[in-house]
């Protein structure tokens, strides 16, 4: 009788930089700027989530109705343009919600649907799709951990509740929105318990990331500390420049 012989996974041509943490850390701006900087596609998860939960609310789907949501992630209808500028504006069913789902409310939706198992499994196969040549940085809380799993680079940033807090604050209110700091801090809060205690996928840091506290760190100082990651990764070092 022959031996089976174990398969191991084909590790993707296409690299991967996987940057996760909590709310408000600042991980989509920083996978936006490395990006641009290497020449890498961009996938930002959390709009998946806030778009699902935006999709949730037009066809007055429960937040708790598990079935109906894992169908509707499924089918979810998105689009992702480039505009003159460079940076993308998003559809939702033929109609621009760019900013739409960026507001607070959209977020706490987003932690809601996120938390469950079967909506998270619909939505993998449509992040991993995004993975194209000559690379990818994707931004979420489990790409490390679960989407991509085989990233040349993880990064795990994060920064205390209040910093993120005071972050939210100030991009608010330079948009004109209202807002309370006190009020952040307390959503903030409620988001880092959903998403690190959740069954599936929780917030945690991939065991081979790199952590980086960005508290006490500027934009700049904390991509410089990415770059200088990557170049330290042989495979990512022949390509970016």
């Known amino acids: 009788m ?27 701006t ?38 109906a949501l894992e169908v509707l992630a499924a089918h979810l ?16 069913e033929g109609e621009d919600v760019t900013n739409a789902i ?25 992040q991993q799709a995004f993975r194209d040549t000559p690379g990818l940085v ?13 990233a040349e680079l993880k990064i795990f940033l994060t920064a205390s509740a209040q910093a993120r807090a005071e ?5 608010l209110l330079e948009k004109g929105f209202d807002a309370s700091l006190a009020a952040l801090v307390e959503d903030i809060q409620a988001r880092d318990a959903r998403d690190t205690q959740r069954s599936v996928a929780p917030l945690k840091p991939a065991d081979d990331a790199l952590v980086l506290d960005s508290t006490d760190l500027g934009i700049e100082a904390v991509v410089q500390r990415v770059i200088d990651a990557a170049r330290s990764v042989p495979s990512l070092a022949k390509i970016i420049q």
């Open 138 to 150: 994707a931004d979420g809380r489990d790409m490390g951990t679960v989407v991509f799993p085989d």
């Open 30 to 67: 920083i996978a936006h700027r490395i990006a641009a900087r290497f020449g890498f596609h961009v996938l930002d998860s959390g709009a998946l989530y806030r778009l699902l939960g935006a999709a949730a609310q037009r066809h007055a789907v429960a937040f708790d109705n598990e079935a």
């Open 77 to 92: 209808d998105v689009q992702f343009i480039g505009d003159d500028d460079g940076e993308a504006r998003i559809l939702l």
């Open 167 to 171: 972050r939210r604050y100030r991009q």
């Open 102 to 126: 960026r507001t607070e409310e959209a977020g706490r939706a987003a932690s809601q649907v996120a938390a469950l198992p079967r909506v998270r499994n619909a939505l993998l196969a449509r």
């Open 2 to 28: 022959s031996a089976e012989i174990e398969k191991k996974p084909v590790r993707s041509p296409v690299p991967v930089i996987a940057i996760d943490g909590p709310s408000g850390s600042g991980k989509g």
